[in-house]
C-alpha cells in the first residue's frame, strides 16, 4: 500500500465518521430545535427544567408565553409574514431572557421561558412585567406597524409543580385563564384553575355522557309521619364517568346550568322518572309520586311547561304523580315569571316544593304569595334540631307559618331517630335522608318495600 493510497483511504473513513457524526448532530438538533426560529422547542425546554428540578429540587419559574390574536396576522397578512412575526418576537425573547435562562417556541404562537432561581410571587411578577415591555414594539410588516399584545401563564417550582410536564401544564392552565379574561395580562398558577379546567372537560363530555348512557338515577323515599308510608321518592341524578369517575351532581349540575346543557339534561331526568314512576304505578307499588328537581334556568324559561306536557303525555303518565322541586334562589331570582310558571304548571296538577328552603332569602310576603304545595326544610336547621334550642325554635316556627300558608312541610336529612322524634313532636309532615334510606336504584327500593320493611 503506497502513501497516497493510505492517505486517500484514511481521508475516506475520516470523512465517513465526521459525515455520520454530523448526521447525528443534525438529527439530534432537528429533535430539540424548532426548525422556524431556531430556538429549542418543548422537549428541550421539559429537560432543561427537569435537569433542575427532579433530581435537585432547585426552584425555576417557567412562564408560557401567547401571542394574543395571532390568526388575525395569518388571515390579513399571509402565513409568509406570521412566520417573519414568530421568528423577529423569538429574537426579542431569546435577546430580553434573563442570564442562565432558556427561551422555547413550544407551538404555534406559543413561547416558554424557564428562569432558574427562587422568586416570589409579586417578584416574579414586576421582573416579567419589565421583561415584557422590550417586547411590545410594533412589528412591521409590509412597512406598516402591526402592535401585538400576548398573554403569559406562570408556574414556579416547587410549589406549582416538581417537574418539567407540571410545571408547563400549570403554567399553560394559567394561561388559559388569562386568555378566558380578556388576554393581554400575566397570572401565577392558581389551584383554584383546576377546578375551572375540571368544570370545562365536564362541559365538553355532558354531551357523550347522555349519549354513552353515563348518567342514572337514583331515587330516595320520603316517608310521610301521618301514614307511616314511604309515599314518594324524589329522582337524584348521579353521573358514572369512565375518565373522570363518580362526578357528584352538586359539581356538574351546576356546570350543565352555566353551559346551557341543563335543558337537555333535565328532559332526559323528566323522561326517566316518569318512565319510571309509570312502572310502580301499574304494578300498585307503595311510590305514589316522584319529585324531579329543576334548576333556576330553565325553570324561570318558558320551556318547562311545555316539556312537561309532552314527557307526560308520552309515558302515559298522569300529572299527579309528579313533583318538581325548585328551590328559593331560582324563585326569588323572578318571583312574578315564578308564580305565574308555578300557577301555570299546578294547573296541570304537577306538586310543587320548595326545595332547601330557609336558605336563600325569600319574605314572609313572599312565602305567602307563593302558590306552592310542600317546604322542604334544609338539612343544615335539620342536623341539630334534636341538641340545639335555636335550630327546634327555628324548625317550629317554619313548620307553623307553612301551616299558616296551607303548605306540607318535609325535613330533609334526617339521619337519626332522635331528630325525627323531635320533628314529629313539631309536627313535620314527611321526612327524607339516611334515616329511612339513602338514595338507591329502582331495583334496590324495590327488593327492599316488597320486603315492606317500610312503607306499606
Ligand atoms: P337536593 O335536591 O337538596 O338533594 C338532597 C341531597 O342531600 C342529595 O345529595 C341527597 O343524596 C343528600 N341527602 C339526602 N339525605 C341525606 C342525609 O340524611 N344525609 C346527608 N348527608 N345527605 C343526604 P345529592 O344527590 O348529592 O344531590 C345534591 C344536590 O344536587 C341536590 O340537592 C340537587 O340540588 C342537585 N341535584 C341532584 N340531582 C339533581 C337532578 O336530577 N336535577 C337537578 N337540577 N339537580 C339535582
Ligand atoms: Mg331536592
Ligand atoms: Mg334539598
Given at each position: 500500500?503506497?502513501?497516497?493510497?493510505?492517505?486517500f483511504?484514511a481521508f475516506?473513513?475520516?470523512?465517513?465518521?465526521?459525515?455520520?457524526?454530523?448526521?447525528?448532530?443534525y438529527a439530534f438538533?432537528?429533535?430539540q430545535?424548532d426548525l422556524?426560529?431556531?430556538?429549542?422547542?418543548?422537549?428541550s425546554l421539559?429537560?432543561?427544567?427537569?435537569?433542575?428540578?427532579?433530581p435537585?429540587?432547585?426552584?425555576i419559574?417557567?412562564v408560557?408565553?401567547?401571542?394574543?390574536?395571532?390568526?388575525?396576522?395569518?388571515?390579513?397578512?399571509?402565513?409568509e409574514s406570521?412566520?417573519?412575526v414568530l421568528v423577529?418576537?423569538s429574537?426579542r425573547l431569546?435577546?430580553?431572557?434573563?442570564?442562565?435562562s432558556?427561551?422555547?417556541?413550544?407551538?404555534?404562537?406559543?413561547?416558554a421561558?424557564?428562569i432558574?432561581g427562587?422568586?416570589s410571587?409579586?417578584?416574579i411578577?414586576t421582573?416579567?412585567?419589565?421583561?415584557?415591555?422590550?417586547?411590545?414594539?410594533p412589528?412591521?410588516?409590509s412597512?406598516?406597524?402591526v402592535?401585538l399584545t400576548f398573554s403569559?401563564?406562570?408556574?414556579l417550582?416547587p410549589?406549582?409543580g416538581?417537574?418539567?410536564?407540571?410545571?408547563?401544564?400549570?403554567?399553560?392552565r394559567?394561561?388559559?385563564h388569562?386568555k378566558?379574561?380578556?388576554?393581554?395580562?400575566?397570572?401565577?398558577?392558581n389551584?383554584?384553575f383546576?377546578?375551572?379546567?375540571?368544570?370545562?372537560q365536564l362541559?365538553?363530555?355532558?354531551?357523550s355522557a347522555l349519549q354513552?348512557?353515563?348518567?342514572?338515577l337514583?331515587y330516595?323515599?320520603?316517608?310521610?309521619?301521618h301514614s307511616?308510608?314511604?309515599?314518594?321518592?324524589?329522582?337524584?341524578?348521579?353521573?358514572?364517568s369512565?375518565?373522570?369517575?363518580?362526578?357528584?351532581?352538586?359539581?356538574?349540575?351546576?356546570?350543565a346550568e352555566?353551559n346551557?346543557?341543563?335543558?337537555?339534561?333535565t328532559?332526559?331526568?323528566?323522561?326517566?322518572?316518569?318512565?319510571?314512576?309509570?312502572k310502580w304505578?301499574?304494578?300498585?307499588?307503595t311510590?305514589?309520586?316522584v319529585?324531579?328537581n329543576?334548576?333556576?334556568?330553565?325553570?324561570?324559561?318558558?320551556?318547562?311547561?311545555e316539556?312537561?306536557r309532552d314527557?307526560?303525555?308520552?309515558?302515559k303518565?298522569?300529572?299527579g304523580?309528579?313533583e318538581?322541586?325548585?328551590?328559593e334562589t331560582?324563585?326569588?331570582?323572578?318571583?312574578?315569571?315564578?308564580?305565574r310558571?308555578?300557577?301555570l304548571l299546578?294547573?296541570?296538577?304537577?306538586?310543587?316544593?320548595?326545595?332547601d328552603?330557609?336558605?336563600g332569602?325569600s319574605?314572609?310576603?313572599?312565602?305567602k304569595?307563593?302558590?306552592?304545595?310542600?317546604?322542604?326544610?334544609?338539612?343544615?336547621f335539620?342536623?341539630?334540631?334534636h341538641?340545639?334550642?335555636?335550630?327546634?325554635?327555628?324548625?317550629?316556627?317554619?313548620?307553623?307559618?307553612?301551616?299558616l300558608?296551607?303548605?306540607?312541610?318535609?325535613?330533609e336529612?334526617v339521619?337519626?331517630?332522635?331528630?325525627l322524634?323531635v320533628l314529629?313532636r313539631?309536627?313535620?309532615?314527611?321526612?327524607?335522608?339516611y334515616?329511612?334510606?339513602?338514595p338507591?336504584l329502582?331495583d334496590?327500593?324495590d327488593a327492599?318495600f316488597?320486603e315492606?320493611k317500610?312503607?306499606?
Amino acid at each position: 500500500m503506497n502513501l497516497s493510497f493510505f492517505l486517500f483511504f484514511a481521508f475516506v473513513v475520516i470523512s465517513l465518521i465526521l459525515f455520520r457524526f454530523q448526521r447525528k448532530k443534525y438529527a439530534f438538533y432537528r429533535k430539540q430545535t424548532d426548525l422556524l426560529t431556531n430556538l429549542p422547542n418543548r422537549r428541550s425546554l421539559e429537560q432543561f427544567i427537569e435537569a433542575r428540578t427532579t433530581p435537585l429540587n432547585l426552584p425555576i419559574a417557567v412562564v408560557v408565553i401567547d401571542l394574543d390574536n395571532f390568526n388575525w396576522i395569518n388571515e390579513e397578512y399571509g402565513y409568509e409574514s406570521g412566520d417573519s412575526v414568530l421568528v423577529e418576537f423569538s429574537e426579542r425573547l431569546a435577546f430580553s431572557a434573563p442570564a442562565h435562562s432558556l427561551a422555547a417556541r413550544i407551538e404555534g404562537n406559543k413561547f416558554a421561558l424557564a428562569i432558574p432561581g427562587t422568586y416570589s410571587r409579586e417578584g416574579i411578577q414586576t421582573m416579567l412585567a419589565d421583561q415584557f415591555l422590550s417586547l411590545q414594539s410594533p412589528f412591521y410588516i409590509s412597512g406598516a406597524p402591526v402592535h401585538l399584545t400576548f398573554s403569559a401563564g406562570v408556574a414556579l417550582a416547587p410549589e406549582d409543580g416538581r417537574n418539567g410536564h407540571t410545571l408547563l401544564l400549570h403554567a399553560e392552565r394559567a394561561l388559559r385563564h388569562v386568555k378566558h379574561h380578556g388576554k393581554n395580562n400575566l397570572v401565577l398558577y392558581n389551584t383554584s384553575f383546576q377546578r375551572q379546567d375540571l368544570e370545562l372537560q365536564l362541559a365538553m363530555s355532558f354531551r357523550s355522557a347522555l349519549q354513552n348512557g353515563e348518567f342514572f338515577l337514583c331515587y330516595q323515599p320520603k316517608l310521610s309521619i301521618h301514614s307511616g308510608k314511604t309515599d314518594s321518592v324524589e329522582a337524584l341524578i348521579r353521573w358514572n364517568s369512565p375518565v373522570h369517575g363518580t362526578v357528584s351532581p352538586a359539581l356538574f349540575i351546576p356546570v350543565a346550568e352555566k353551559n346551557g346543557f341543563i335543558f337537555d339534561l333535565t328532559k332526559w331526568i323528566l323522561q326517566e322518572a316518569c318512565r319510571q314512576m309509570k312502572k310502580w304505578s301499574e304494578t300498585n307499588h307503595t311510590f305514589q309520586r316522584v319529585a324531579v328537581n329543576i334548576s333556576a334556568p330553565l325553570f324561570l324559561s318558558d320551556r318547562l311547561p311545555e316539556m312537561i306536557r309532552d314527557i307526560l303525555h308520552d309515558c302515559k303518565l298522569d300529572a299527579g304523580f309528579l313533583e318538581l322541586e325548585i328551590t328559593e334562589t331560582a324563585v326569588m331570582e323572578d318571583f312574578q315569571n315564578a308564580c305565574r310558571i308555578i300557577t301555570l304548571l299546578k294547573k296541570e296538577g304537577i306538586t310543587i316544593s320548595l326545595d332547601d328552603f330557609g336558605t336563600g332569602v325569600s319574605s314572609l310576603t313572599h312565602l305567602k304569595n307563593l302558590p306552592i304545595d310542600t317546604l322542604k326544610i334544609d338539612k343544615s336547621f335539620i342536623n341539630e334540631v334534636h341538641t340545639s334550642f335555636e335550630d327546634k325554635a327555628l324548625v317550629e316556627m317554619i313548620i307553623q307559618l307553612a301551616n299558616l300558608f296551607g303548605l306540607s312541610v318535609t325535613a330533609e336529612g334526617v339521619e337519626k331517630q332522635e331528630q325525627l322524634s323531635v320533628l314529629q313532636r313539631l309536627g313535620c309532615d314527611s321526612i327524607q335522608g339516611y334515616l329511612i334510606s339513602r338514595p338507591e336504584l329502582p331495583d334496590v327500593l324495590d327488593a327492599y318495600f316488597t320486603e315492606k320493611k317500610y312503607g306499606s
